[in-house]
């Protein structure tokens, strides 16, 4: 059996590949700032909601509450437009970011939802909150299912069929760095060819979360990198190469939460500081070489154990 510690929910899973835009709703509204105090009672009311984000022109300019309006009700400011009232300093969230983003945030910042941006043109495209994300699991988890019913074969028992005193089964992934839009590719790839080769839900999502936080950082960090798994009969390997500034503390690297992304990579929703601390948590075996100035290698082992 896998181990237990170590095991991971098929919904972790799926909050690392699933992207925001599947799981945010579409269908919201929005105001201008344009809109006085006393027009925004009456739209609270008839769509039941307690905010509402601000927009001129598609772009979120802010977010107003029913807290805001309570306010202005109490000092005698309905005569107010939205745009003096309103929060302007609003955590958006874009619609191309790994679903976990949204998680993460959600844990931070104890907000109930957040506005969705599209990244081209900074246009908010939708609001995601956390029974959205709920939802976008579950309709995932339903197809996932149906997949697992259709596709019987296990590649892997013919693996252990075979007559040879070693047998290895070598995946190798490019990453290109600063591509965030591709970030994440590899190990979708690397999960999908894991399930055709048979091997079991847990060890499978254990290897797509670590070598999905090795991705992130390469893609964050560097200008390329090499991702290379290899499949044993008892264990799976995942060897990381990149050739990028390297990690000068690697024991302060390994604390969670701790980061020095710069700011536009935080600002792109990636560099939480939870890559290494997750990687060694969902690993059996996980060393870190890095050279400053000449890159970092990370070699994993996850052990099948069944």
């Not at 799926?14 to 799981?23: C, I, M, N, S, W």
């Not at 760095?177 to 055709?196: D, M, Q």
């Not at 290899?230 to 939460?257: C, F, H, W």
């Amino acid at each position: 059996m896998d181990n237990p510690t170590k095991d991971t929910s098929k919904t972790q899973e799926l909050t690392y590949e699933l992207r925001v835009k599947d799981a945010m709703d579409v269908n919201f509204i929005t105001i201008e700032s344009s809109t006085s105090m006393k027009s925004l009672r009456e739209i609270l009311r008839k769509k039941r909601i307690l905010g509402v984000p601000v927009a001129d022109n598609g772009q979120l300019v802010g977010i107003i509450s029913i807290e805001d309006y309570v306010e202005c009700m109490e000092n005698g400011n309905l005569d107010e437009i939205v745009g003096n009232v309103m929060t302007k300093n609003v955590i958006t969230i874009f619609s191309d970011e790994p679903l976990i983003n949204a998680v993460r945030n959600f844990d931070k910042y104890h907000f109930t939802r957040f506005p969705v941006l599209e990244r081209e043109n900074g246009k908010i495209v939708g609001m995601v909150s956390k029974i959205d994300t709920i939802k976008g699991i579950l309709k995932k988890l339903e197809i996932a299912y149906d997949d697992k019913h259709l596709n019987k074969f296990s590649t892997r028992s013919l693996i252990n069929d075979l007559i040879a005193d070693k047998i290895c089964i070598e995946l190798k992934y490019d990453v290109e760095g600063g591509n965030f839009e591709k970030a994440g590719n590899a190990s979708t790839r690397l999960k999908k060819s894991l399930k055709k080769l048979g091997l079991s839900s847990s060890i499978t999502r254990r290897v797509t979360i670590s070598t999905y936080e090795a991705e992130i950082n390469i893609v964050s960090y560097t200008e390329k990198g090499v991702i290379t798994a290899r499949v044993y009969s008892d264990k799976i390997t995942v060897n990381l190469e990149d050739k990028g500034p390297g990690i000068e503390d690697v024991d302060k690297a390994m604390t969670p939460g701790y980061s020095n992304a710069p700011g536009w990579v935080r600002e792109l929703g990636f560099g939480a500081g939870m890559g290494l601390p997750n990687m060694k948590k969902f690993s059996d075996e996980m060393t870190v070489n890095s050279v400053v100035g000449k890159g970092t290698t990370l070699n994993l082992v996850f052990y099948l154990n069944e």
